[in-house]
């Protein structure tokens, strides 16, 4: 094995033995604008610009967000559920599609949103995220106006 071999191994060794909050990044909330009682906040990571998203107005009770980034849209919803994916189903109106979320830090998942469903969650007036047992509502009341100001959010934070 050459030294060069020898010095990137024992580099790799010394950075994964780091303590994990060394490696930790701060994210912060910055408030952008209240729309229908929804919170829009941009986030940054250390000061750089990581996306736009709607936090549902307090009064709902639970901590579900949309937000958009480069890597498009995604639906945030707390759960007990364990795993880094956990199956779930989303019904807006009375129409339903399930699909896989994934875990994030804070206790919530995530469901990144196909073109077509965020069209519906746009139309939409009533929806239920459901993950095993656990049902939650969201009010959609105002979204249409709530996903264009995450959009303008996302557009002039993102240059």
């Given amino acids: ?19 994990v909050a060394a490696l930790a990044q701060e994210t ?13 906040e941009s986030y940054a990571v250390d000061g750089q610009y990581m996306r736009c998203g709607a936090v549902v107005p307090a009064s709902v009770g639970s901590k579900v967000s949309f937000e958009k980034s480069s890597e ?10 364990k795993g880094d994916t956990v199956k779930g189903a989303v019904d807006i109106d009375g129409k339903s599609f399930s699909g896989e979320f994934n875990l994030m830090d804070d206790n919530r998942v995530g469901l990144f949103l196909k073109p077509a469903q ?42």
Avoid: R
């Fill in 72 to 81: 498009g849209w995604t639906l945030l919803v707390p759960t007990k559920a």
């Fill in 28 to 40: 912060k909330a910055k408030k952008y604008a209240d729309v229908s009682g929804w919170t829009v």
């Fill in 1 to 19: 094995m050459s030294f060069h071999n020898v010095k990137w191994i024992v580099s790799a060794v010394v950075i994964a033995a780091l303590p």
């Fill in 118 to 159: 965020l069209k519906s969650v746009q139309g939409g007036k009533a929806m239920i995220v459901k993950i095993g047992a656990e049902q939650t509502p969201v009010p959609l009341t105002g979204i249409g106006a709530v996903i264009s100001k995450i959009t303008e959010c996302d557009k002039k934070n993102s240059q």
